[in-house]
């Protein structure tokens, strides 16, 4: 199918099914998608139910198709392929109005669907600048003809951008343009010398694509952070960075988001408690992601430990220092091993890539 418009047809779909099934002979903990994204947009129901009936006990991981106010239909999309596939569903990076989103997952639940999500607690987004402007008529699966059409249409793909709230957008990784990381749109096209819609037309140009933001949204109030201190307190929830490393300004969610778990909405604000946190950050995602020797402090457990001063663990990054590092964090254990000890790196690096059991 390569960056083809469309879903993938029988042979296809069987190669499909092969690469996963050997994915999971190797230890694979999953299958995910992108439904947002490019190809992934392209993939229908049954081709992603078709996938994931190789998963068995495994879950099924999406970044669905519609946050937000299309919530409901990206969730009734996932509740379908799990009813197809006979899989357990996870939500990744799960956001929006609480009453809605919770309301969705318990009458997913009612039905018999084994769902589960996770959050990051920051109300702001991040992602790859062409997602979030490019309208949907730019083949932006194959990036040479994305390329081309913002260069021959250029006109025509600025004229679509009237919508666009520029002011919401900072840019977070912007190759050859890494004076503007850090600026808003307007800010950096106002340095540039060209209006927002032509600085922004020649940064996806000149980064072929690679531009990424960090995106504000309109609910940056206490309803916002109400939102995400309700979900959070939901069983099924699992603390998630989706962390995004590159560029000179990132989203601080890189940096922060399990000390600011643990220092803000366990110490200061008591959404969870000290045992609910460790259930919700490490536990609960060992067990969904079956990997039964870790994740739990016991007798016969991969010794995989994070000690914290409880009285001051905080996030410091900030989406003006998203970089700044975590504080009350004393020592780090990977397999038993030092990485972190009294707040300073050891050098070891006794990590591996996990298999499910």
């Known amino acids: 199918m ?11 779909l069987g190669i499909m099914r092969g690469i996963v099934e050997r994915g999971l002979s190797e230890g694979a903990v999953g299958v995910s998608s992108g ?47 799990a009813r197809r596939a006979d899989v357990a569903v996870h939500i990744s990076h799960f956001h929006g109005p609480s009453g809605e989103l919770l309301g969705l997952v318990e009458r997913a639940r ?53 919508e666009v709230v520029w002011e919401r957008l900072t840019l977070a990784h912007a190759p050859t343009f890494e004076w503007a990381e850090g600026l808003t ?6 340095r540039y010398g060209a209006s927002v819609e032509e600085f922004c037309r020649v940064l996806l140009i000149e980064t072929r694509l690679e531009a990424g933001c960090v995106i504000a949204r309109p609910d940056e109030g206490p309803s916002g952070e109400e939102s995400i201190r309700a979900i959070m307190r939901d069983p099924g929830h699992m603390g998630g960075s989706d962390g995004i490393h590159v560029g ?19 110490r200061e604000l008591g959404d969870l408690t000290w045992e609910q946190a460790a259930i919700h950050l490490a536990s609960h ?23 914290v001063n409880p009285d001051t663990v905080s996030d410091t990054a900030t989406y003006q220092n998203p970089r700044s590092l975590s504080i009350g964090i004393d ?10 000890k009294d707040s300073h790196l050891t050098g070891a690096t006794p990590g591996r890539a996990l298999r499910a059991a």
């Not at 960056?3 to 029988?10: F, L, S, V």
């Not at 992601?289 to 000690?307: E, S, T, Y």
Request: aromatic share 8%; with cysteine; proline share 7%.
């Open 2 to 12: 390569g960056a083809a418009e469309r879903g993938a047809d029988q042979d296809e």
């Open 35 to 81: 439904l947002e994204y490019v190809p992934g947009r392209y993939a229908d129901v049954g081709e992603l139910a078709g996938i994931c009936e190789s998963l068995g006990r495994l879950p099924y991981v999406t970044h669905m198709r519609g946050y937000g106010a299309e919530a409901g239909v990206g969730v009734a999309e996932v509740v379908e392929i």
């Open 110 to 162: 009612d039905e018999g669907v084994d769902l589960s999500f996770d959050t990051y607690p920051y109300l702001r987004g991040s992602t790859i600048l062409g997602m979030v402007v490019l309208p949907n008529w730019v083949p932006a699966a194959d990036i040479e003809k994305a390329l081309a059409v913002l260069v021959e249409e250029g006109e025509r793909v600025k004229r679509e951008w009237s």
């Open 185 to 190: 749109l307007p800010e950096a096209a106002e």
């Open 248 to 266: 000179g300004h990132p989203h601080p969610r890189a940096y922060g988001t399990f000390a600011r778990y643990l220092g803000r909405h366990v």
């Open 285 to 307: 995602p060992a067990r969904r992601f079956h990997l039964p020797d870790r994740g739990l402090i016991r007798p016969g457990q991969i010794a995989d430990l994070i000690v």
């Open 331 to 340: 020592d780090v254990l990977v397999a038993g091993v030092h990485v972190l």
